[in-house]
Antibody, heavy 120, light 107 residues
Framework: QVQLQESGPGLVKPSQTLSLTCFVS??????????WSWIRQHPGKGLEWIGYIYYSGTTYYNPSLKSRVTMLVDTSKNQFSLKLSSVTAADTAVYYC????????????WGQGTLVTVSS | EIVLTQSPDFQSLTPKEKVTITCRASQSIGSSLHWYQQKPDQSPKLLIKFASQSISGVPSRFSGSGSGTDFTLTINSPEAEDAAAYYCHQSSSLPYTFGQGTKLEIK
């Protein structure tokens, strides 16, 4: 049973870069049949898909965040990461990592989520 | 970007009384519509895939229907534990998008 676990600072200052990592256990991140996504949820609000990364490093970012997002994959550590630059209070949210079976589009495994607050 | 609009935003849930949540897409998405349940302080859980396909381990009282632009999640004889937020999600085209959510509370 695959498990995903987010980690990273819970507090980031405005204008700085938010950095999170998702560690995958119980399965290989290098499986050619999987995409790895980041999704966020503003407090008390709905879900927003940030983008995905493939084990090869291929990415797709949501155009609404594309100019500020970078995703990387480290197959040797079985993890992938998210960097969001120039953050503001509007980036305060719970950030989830999730797994998608390539070509199917739905998220069948999620991390527990990590709250990131942007504040000075 | 495809916009998904759910209704209602909020509903009181009476145990054993059928619940229906709808999700309307701004353009046709075929059957590329999935449903998730999110309980407080938990991550979303996949309930239904491709509009109507069941997920192993999900109670049979949850079912989905629809195609094109109009979709429905039905909870037959809901139980108190079904109080949660429910989200639809489309994977027909990038970027993936979600509905705004429907919150079900116990009456």
């Amino acid at each position: 049973q695959v498990q995903l676990q987010e980690s990273g600072p819970g507090l980031v200052k405005p204008s700085q870069t938010l950095s999170l990592t998702c560690f995958v256990s119980g399965g290989s991140i290098s499986s050619g049949s999987l995409f790895w996504s980041w999704i966020r949820q503003h407090p008390g609000k709905g879900l927003e898909w940030i983008g995905y990364i493939y084990y090869s490093g291929t990415t797709y970012y949501n155009p609404s965040l594309k100019s500020r997002v970078t995703m990387l994959v480290d197959t040797s550590k079985n993890q992938f990461s998210l960097k969001l630059s120039s953050v503001t209070a509007a980036d305060t949210a719970v950030y989830y990592c999730a797994r998608e079976v390539r070509g199917l589009g739905y998220f069948d495994s999620w991390g527990q989520g990590t709250l990131v607050t942007v504040s000075s | 970007e495809i916009v998904l609009t759910q209704s209602p935003d909020f509903q009181s849930l009476t145990p054993k009384e059928k619940v229906t949540i709808t999700c309307r897409a701004s353009q046709s998405i075929g059957s590329s519509l999935h449903w998730y349940q999110q309980k407080p302080d938990q991550s979303p859980k996949l309930l239904i895939k491709f509009a109507s396909q069941s997920i192993s381990g999900v109670p049979s009282r949850f079912s989905g229907s629809g195609s094109g632009t109009d979709f429905t999640l039905t909870i037959n004889s809901p139980e108190a534990e079904d109080a949660a937020a429910y989200y639809c999600h489309q994977s027909s085209s990038l970027p993936y998008t979600f509905g705004q959510g429907t919150k079900l509370e116990i009456k």
